[in-house]
């Protein structure tokens, strides 16, 4: 079975459930793998382009890693210092970079579609990792990764997808892969980031979080997107922070078990508070760390001999 009917890694929405348990069972084995010191070489020999137009710390540096581990190597191109800044189209880039040699290019970047743009001019594999509000594919898989770790399968578990919905490509990844596993998914955030038509993907919209929050296994939290919220979609962090942070007392009555995930960066005080983000139900560098694996996996499968 491959990754995806395609040569790329462009999103989950196109995933069935054996294609997701596929590639987090080869996740599973990577990391037991690695457990008993057994290193895969499978990448010896290859060049990964890591192409991202956005800011980056885990994404990026948990790519860099997975490809050193794997035994290939990498090379990171700065959008503030190519070509596009004297007006080349972003084609002519891609095509010039292409013809350097690199066996497959993992991309970020702020407008849908452009993965999806790279993979269509391409022949090496494109890994998406992360365009605009539309899917971050390898973050959606190492949070089942990671919840799946926990408590050993998301299956008519409830999963609550907290905050800004509207802007995050996280939720949508999760949203699809969870569903397709048979988890129950509720989101909940402020009215205006909330995408009206969501119930049709087949999630619960919540209004209140204190009225679901002791039915929850885990609770994922999305960041507040600062640099998405040009329009003012809630009046106040105070009024968020009341209504929809995650604090010590919204949890008195949640599971013992509940799960905490976040993908970060932390906005401390504000969507999570710090003895929720640092207390024993924090499960947020478990997925840091099973980034790596998971984007392993990804890069293996994608480019290893069959």
Not at 84 to 96: C, I, M, R, W
Not at 176 to 184: D, T
Not at 251 to 276: T, Y
Request: proline share 5%.
């Amino acid at each position: 079975m491959q990754i995806s009917p395609e040569k790329s890694l462009l999103g989950l929405r196109s995933f069935n459930r054996d294609r997701l348990d596929f590639i987090l069972s080869h996740a599973r084995s990577l990391k037991q793998l690695y457990a008993d010191n057994t290193h895969a070489r499978s990448l010896q020999g290859k060049t990964v382009l890591n192409l991202f137009f956005e800011p980056s710390t885990r994404t990026r540096v948990s790519f860099e890693t997975a490809i050193k581990r794997l035994g290939g190597s990498s090379v990171a191109i700065s959008m503030e210092t190519s070509s596009l800044k004297k007006g080349e189209t972003l084609f002519d880039t891609v095509k010039n970079l292409d013809a350097m040699g690199f066996d497959a290019i993992v991309v970020r970047h702020r407008n849908a579609g452009v993965p999806h743009f790279i993979d269509h001019i391409l022949d090496v594999p494109v890994i998406n990792a992360g365009d605009g509000f539309n899917e971050h594919p390898s973050q959606g898989l190492l949070d089942i990764f990671t919840m799946q770790e926990q408590r050993g399968s998301v299956e008519n578990r409830n999963v609550l997808i907290l905050g800004d919905i509207l802007h995050s490509r996280v939720a949508r990844s999760n949203i699809w892969a969870l569903l397709q596993l048979g988890a129950k998914v509720f989101v909940a955030g402020p009215p205006t980031l909330i995408p009206a038509n969501i119930a049709d993907m087949g999630v619960t919209v919540v209004h209140s979080i204190d009225d679901v929050i002791s039915q929850m296994d885990f609770i994922n939290v999305l960041r507040i997107q600062y640099e998405r919220q040009d329009l003012g979609y809630f009046p106040t962090i105070r009024e968020y922070r009341d209504q929809f942070g995650l604090t010590q007392e919204r949890l008195k009555d949640a599971k013992p078990e509940l799960c905490i995930l976040h993908p970060g960066p932390i906005n401390r005080g504000i969507e999570i508070d710090s003895a929720v983000a640092d207390g024993p139900n924090n499960v947020i560098l478990n997925q840091v760390t099973n980034g790596v694996i998971v984007r392993m996996a990804i890069l293996d499968l994608l480019l290893a001999p069959k």
